[in-house]
Protein backbone atom coordinates (compact mmCIF):
# COMPACT_ATOMS: atom_id res chain seq x y z
CA UNK A 1 0.00 0.00 0.00
CA UNK A 2 1.18 3.51 -0.88
CA UNK A 3 2.15 6.13 1.52
CA UNK A 4 -0.20 8.75 1.01
CA UNK A 5 1.04 10.72 3.94
CA UNK A 6 1.03 14.36 2.41
CA UNK A 7 4.12 15.96 2.84
CA UNK A 8 4.10 19.17 5.33
CA UNK A 9 5.15 22.69 3.87
CA UNK A 10 8.20 22.20 6.40
CA UNK A 11 9.45 18.91 4.68
CA UNK A 12 8.75 20.56 0.94
CA UNK A 13 10.78 23.77 2.08
CA UNK A 14 13.66 21.78 3.68
CA UNK A 15 13.55 19.17 0.54
CA UNK A 16 13.86 22.08 -1.69
CA UNK A 17 16.70 23.69 -0.36
CA UNK A 18 18.86 21.10 1.50
CA UNK A 19 17.93 18.46 -1.10
CA UNK A 20 16.27 14.85 -1.11
CA UNK A 21 19.44 13.01 -0.36
CA UNK A 22 20.46 15.09 2.71
CA UNK A 23 17.34 14.92 4.52
CA UNK A 24 16.51 11.37 3.85
CA UNK A 25 19.36 10.46 5.47
CA UNK A 26 18.60 12.84 8.12
CA UNK A 27 15.41 11.18 8.40
CA UNK A 28 16.75 7.80 8.40
CA UNK A 29 18.77 8.52 11.39
CA UNK A 30 16.35 10.17 13.37
CA UNK A 31 15.89 8.34 16.65
CA UNK A 32 13.40 8.68 19.67
CA UNK A 33 16.17 10.49 21.53
CA UNK A 34 16.52 13.44 18.37
CA UNK A 35 12.95 12.91 17.17
CA UNK A 36 11.66 16.18 19.22
CA UNK A 37 14.47 18.36 18.26
CA UNK A 38 13.98 17.08 14.72
CA UNK A 39 10.32 18.32 14.86
CA UNK A 40 11.03 21.40 16.42
CA UNK A 41 13.59 22.44 13.78
CA UNK A 42 11.24 21.51 11.00
CA UNK A 43 8.59 23.34 12.40
CA UNK A 44 10.72 26.32 13.52
CA UNK A 45 13.32 26.55 10.88
CA UNK A 46 11.80 25.37 7.97
CA UNK A 47 8.27 26.04 7.88
CA UNK A 48 7.93 29.03 10.17
CA UNK A 49 11.11 31.24 8.84
CA UNK A 50 12.61 29.89 5.30
CA UNK A 51 8.89 29.47 3.50
CA UNK A 52 8.03 32.72 4.60
CA UNK A 53 7.45 34.95 1.13
CA UNK A 54 8.99 37.96 2.42
CA UNK A 55 12.94 37.12 1.29
CA UNK A 56 13.68 34.69 -1.22
CA UNK A 57 15.73 31.43 -0.87
CA UNK A 58 18.76 33.35 -1.99
CA UNK A 59 18.49 36.46 0.85
CA UNK A 60 17.87 33.67 3.10
CA UNK A 61 20.56 31.67 2.31
CA UNK A 62 22.85 34.63 2.23
CA UNK A 63 21.93 35.57 5.95
CA UNK A 64 21.70 31.89 7.00
CA UNK A 65 25.76 31.73 5.87
CA UNK A 66 26.49 35.02 7.40
CA UNK A 67 25.35 33.84 10.82
CA UNK A 68 26.46 30.05 10.91
CA UNK A 69 29.74 32.00 9.67
CA UNK A 70 29.66 34.63 12.61
CA UNK A 71 28.98 31.80 14.81
CA UNK A 72 31.43 29.56 13.91
CA UNK A 73 29.10 26.49 13.00
CA UNK A 74 31.21 24.95 10.51
CA UNK A 75 29.28 21.81 9.68
CA UNK A 76 26.12 23.74 9.54
CA UNK A 77 27.76 26.72 7.66
CA UNK A 78 29.39 23.68 5.04
CA UNK A 79 25.59 22.42 4.17
CA UNK A 80 24.24 25.74 3.72
CA UNK A 81 27.33 26.45 1.05
CA UNK A 82 26.31 23.14 -0.53
CA UNK A 83 22.28 24.01 -0.58
CA UNK A 84 23.43 27.04 -2.64
CA UNK A 85 22.95 24.56 -5.48
CA UNK A 86 19.48 25.04 -4.95
CA UNK A 87 18.86 28.36 -3.72
CA UNK A 88 20.34 30.89 -6.47
CA UNK A 89 22.67 31.58 -4.14
CA UNK A 90 26.20 32.44 -6.26
CA UNK A 91 29.97 32.28 -5.37
CA UNK A 92 29.79 35.81 -5.47
CA UNK A 93 27.14 35.80 -2.37
CA UNK A 94 28.69 33.89 -0.64
CA UNK A 95 31.97 35.77 -0.57
CA UNK A 96 30.24 39.54 0.01
CA UNK A 97 27.91 37.43 2.91
CA UNK A 98 31.33 36.29 4.50
CA UNK A 99 32.88 39.88 3.90
CA UNK A 100 30.42 41.43 5.62
CA UNK A 101 31.57 38.45 8.78
CA UNK A 102 34.73 40.12 8.10
CA UNK A 103 33.88 43.28 9.40
CA UNK A 104 31.09 43.15 11.55
CA UNK A 105 31.69 39.77 13.59
CA UNK A 106 35.46 39.72 13.16
CA UNK A 107 38.43 38.19 10.66
CA UNK A 108 38.70 34.99 12.23
CA UNK A 109 35.40 33.44 12.06
CA UNK A 110 35.61 34.91 8.42
CA UNK A 111 38.85 33.37 7.95
CA UNK A 112 37.35 29.91 9.25
CA UNK A 113 34.04 30.56 6.80
CA UNK A 114 36.05 31.32 3.84
CA UNK A 115 38.04 28.00 4.39
CA UNK A 116 35.04 25.97 4.90
CA UNK A 117 32.73 27.96 1.93
CA UNK A 118 36.25 26.99 -0.39
CA UNK A 119 36.58 23.40 -0.04
CA UNK A 120 33.01 22.97 0.24
CA UNK A 121 32.53 25.28 -3.19
CA UNK A 122 35.66 22.69 -4.65
CA UNK A 123 33.98 19.56 -3.61
CA UNK A 124 30.95 20.55 -5.18
CA UNK A 125 32.27 21.42 -8.17
CA UNK A 126 34.49 18.19 -8.53
CA UNK A 127 31.29 16.29 -7.90
CA UNK A 128 29.55 18.15 -11.17
CA UNK A 129 32.48 17.45 -13.40
CA UNK A 130 34.20 20.69 -12.52
CA UNK A 131 30.86 23.11 -13.46
CA UNK A 132 29.94 25.35 -11.74
CA UNK A 133 27.38 24.11 -8.94
Known amino acids: MADTKAVSKAEQTR ?5 DAHVDAAIAATTAFDAPFQDLISASAWERVWA ?4 SPRERSMVTIALLAALGQEEELAMHVRATARTGTSETDI ?14 AANT ?7 TLAEMKAA ?6
Open 52 to 55: RPDW
Open 15 to 19: RFVLG
Open 95 to 108: REALLHVAIYAGVP
Open 128 to 133: SGGEKP
Open 113 to 119: AIRVAKR
